[in-house]
């Protein structure tokens, strides 16, 4: 078989010799073939030490379910009605020229553009717009004409049509939902007519503003059956799906106390945010911005600023918390909190607002026997994160997921003791997409992003947690089926009475009760 | 060295069995950007665990045991299965399991946190490996079947 001559093996090089040169090379291809399947079961990245711990995560994404074209108005186009219209498939044609040039050398931004376009088309139309200051309005016109997602020189849709003031856009024949991103305190008076025009509603966090109208637009979405989903896209975020079945697998024992923080540190984290050049008592329609609140002569800050101010806002507990308790409501059925008693005080932002920059607040549950504490700061960015305490393990939740094991579990005890699971150390956990967060600019964005709040994952792939949301609120209005959205009207209900309970409690110096019976807060 | 058609073919399982073992293990640790060796080595026992721990907390060189693990295991895979180089392959191979043995020796008192699947006491599987991959450094088997023979003949001047 082997020759010392090489003359003679080149002579006798044959078909044979082919054949046992390459014949072990299909294997690779095999090994290939189990590479894949390998990456597809793998791909959730979750790696557990003990055997049966499963989580139960979504697979994919829900797919779009068939229906005529919404009409959809948009009441609100700052900042976030911005975002909204992105995670529906609508961005300002010059921000697409600017990213397609951004993306020639920035892979970042190479990777944004993919993903918008890669967004499935909702099958939805921007026909109305509402905005109060003339510049939001105006550039909400043409992102809502730009339903191909095209640059400037691209072919535009009808743009929509402009309405000066929400109760004729609510009432317009051409809009069958409405969507809410206005400042806290117009939330409740815009869903309510749009509820008794029978136009779905999709409004974004709290709520509401005040106790009262909690209870009307609890009322009026139920009367009216309209859809209505609360803007908590944290409902779609993958590690908290996750988190809530390992919970319900009992992988952490009897929780007794859930910790959830804000900690942000800059101007803007503090809700000192620019004021637009063009702003002025031309371009503001002052009168309809201030709606329901308590008047005040025209001010900028207040305007562009409005978080900072009881009149407009829901402080701390409304605009930050709700986010946290509606991911605890959603991972354990929480409900309304027996008391809450809150604490806090304006301590660093001394700048005329009358929000507190530092709040704690904690909420008790004597029928779960567990305690939810929340814990804020505006101006220290020593990252608290979310810890669910439970007898057996702390579950640490972000966008990710670490079960830590805790020393003296009586559940785990028999592998402690044999050292097969370390105390302290993870148990389990849940790591998808890593890297992605770098790519994050500003640390308000990364203090969303951190919770899931910006994307999440399927399949392994990043998405538009708010793109998911609402598309679960088409889905459910095109399946007319009775079918509520995950944030649904008495989830937000919910959210809202918990987080006045806290405001009530700080504002008035004392403990507040819910009296279950009566449905008040005491 | 001449071979029965019956001892060439066991060569040939074994050579591929542990190529095919050595390339996938590699593989998926190449294809998994956040896969480190830092948790095994931590889980080391035996008395180099001190030089393997310090090896896991050193930044500069866990990159380069990563590297080098997911790698040669990648490439002693791909050379033991395609018959090219095998010979200096299975002794990188034994290198590697006997770095592997020693961060984890199978010694009775010695716990590690990954439960094993067996029960052993100083040979385990990764010896055995070990002593495998030493057959097929003694009996080549490249230059029958393998690019090996492939390879030859091309290098043939002609
Ligand atoms: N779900 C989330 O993650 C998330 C994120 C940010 C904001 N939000 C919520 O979205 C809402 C809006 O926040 P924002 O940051 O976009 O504020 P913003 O100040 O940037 O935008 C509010 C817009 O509403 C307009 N407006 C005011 N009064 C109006 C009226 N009577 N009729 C029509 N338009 C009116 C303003 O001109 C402005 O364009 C808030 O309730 C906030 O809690 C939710």
Redesign the pocket.
């Known amino acids: 078989m082997n020759s010392e001559n090489p003359e003679n093996d080149k002579l006798k090089f044959s078909r044979r010799d082919v054949l046992a040169g390459l014949v072990s090379l299909p294997v690779l291809g095999v090994i290939g073939y189990g590479l894949m399947k390998h990456h597809e079961s793998k791909k959730k990245l979750g790696s557990g030490l003990i055997r049966n711990i499963k989580p139960i995560i979504p697979a994919g994404i829900p797919s779009l379910v068939e229906g005529k074209t919404i009409n959809i108005g948009m009441?609100?186009?700052?900042?976030?009605?911005g975002y909204l219209m992105k995670a529906l498939g609508f961005v300002h044609p010059d921000r697409i020229d600017e990213f397609t040039e951004k993306a020639n050398n920035n892979k970042y931004w190479a990777d944004y553009l993919k993903e918008f376009n890669a967004q499935e088309n909702l099958n939805i139309k921007i026909t109305a717009i509402?905005?109060?200051?003339e510049k939001?309005a105006r550039r909400a016109i043409e992102i809502g004409a730009n339903a191909f997602r095209n640059g400037k020189e691209g072919k535009m849709e009808t743009a929509p049509k402009r309405y000066l003031r929400?109760h004729d856009l609510v009432a317009a024949p051409e809009v069958d939902a409405v969507i809410i991103?206005?400042?806290?305190h117009?939330?409740v008076p815009i869903a309510l007519e749009a509820a008794r025009h029978g136009k779905h509603v999709y409004c974004?966090?709290?709520l509401s503003w005040t106790v009262a109208e909690t209870f009307e637009i609890r009322n009026t979405v139920k009367e009216t059956g309209i859809v209505f989903q609360l803007?908590?896209?944290g409902r779609q975020t993958e590690s908290y799906q996750a988190a809530k079945s390992l919970i319900d697998q009992n992988v952490a024992g009897k929780i007794s106390l859930i910790e959830v923080c804000t900690n942000r540190n800059d101007p803007n984290g503090a809700w000192v945010y620019d004021i637009d050049p063009e702003g002025n008592p031309d371009t503001i329609d002052w009168k309809?911005?201030i709606?329901p609140a308590p008047w005040h002569e025209f001010s900028l800050e207040r305007f562009?600023r409005?978080r900072c101010w009881w009149d407009y806002s829901t402080g701390l507990s409304g605009?930050l918390f709700t986010h946290e308790y509606d991911a605890l409501n959603q991972i354990l059925k929480l409900g309304i909190p027996h008391s809450a008693m809150a604490s806090g005080g304006i301590y660093f932002y001394k700048d005329g607002r009358t929000v507190p920059d530092v709040l704690n607040m904690t909420f008790e549950y004597p029928d779960r026997d567990l305690t939810l504490l929340y814990s804020a700061t505006l101006s220290s960015e020593k990252n608290r994160g979310k810890v669910i305490m439970g007898h057996d393990a702390y579950i640490e939740l972000n966008d990710t997921l670490i079960v830590n094991l805790d020393p003296k579990s009586t559940q785990y005890k028999e592998e402690i003791e044999k050292g097969i699971l370390k105390p302290h150390e993870p148990i389990y956990s849940y790591v998808p997409g890593q890297g992605k967060i770098d790519a994050i600019t500003t640390p308000t964005e990364k203090y969303?992003a951190g919770r899931g709040?910006l994307y999440t994952y399927r399949d392994g792939k990043a998405v538009d947690t708010t793109h998911l949301h609402l598309r679960e609120w088409l889905n459910c209005i095109r399946l007319h089926d009775g079918t509520k959205p995950s944030c649904h009207i008495d989830q937000a209900f919910e959210e809202a009475i918990t987080a006045h309970m806290g405001s009530i409690s700080y504002l008035e110096g004392r403990r507040t009760y819910w009296d279950e019976v009566n449905e008040k807060i005491i | 060295m001449e071979y029965s058609k019956s001892k060439l073919t066991a060569l040939v399982l074994l050579r591929l069995a542990i190529g095919w073992h050595f390339l996938f293990e590699g593989m998926v640790k190449v294809l998994n950007p956040s896969w480190s060796s830092k948790a095994y080595l931590l889980d080391s026992g035996g008395f180099l665990k001190g030089f393997f721990e310090w090896m896991a907390h050193n930044t500069t060189i866990l990159p380069v045991v990563d590297f080098m693990n997911a790698w040669g295991l990648t490439v002693v895979g791909f050379s033991l299965i395609t018959g090219l180089f095998s010979r200096y392959a299975s002794l990188v191979g034994i290198i590697l399991l006997g770095l592997y043995y020693l961060s984890h020796p199978a010694y009775p008192g010695i716990d590690y946190l990954f439960p094993s699947d067996g029960s052993y006491f100083i040979i385990n599987k990764t010896l055995v490996e070990l002593f495998a991959l030493y057959v097929i450094y003694s009996f080549p088997s490249d230059q029958f079947v393998g690019l090996e023979r492939c390879w030859k003949y091309i290098k043939t001047p002609r």
């Not at chain 1, 009441?75 to 009605?81: D, F, H, I, L, Y």
């Not at chain 1, 509402?130 to 200051?133: E, K, Q, R, S």
């Not at chain 1, 991103?181 to 806290?184: F, G, L, M, N, Q």
Request: glycine residues 18%.
């Open positions: 009441v609100g186009c700052g900042g976030r009605g509402c905005d109060v200051f939001n929400y991103a206005t400042p806290d117009l939330h974004e966090k709290p803007g908590h896209q309809q911005f709606g562009f409005w605009d969303f709040l």
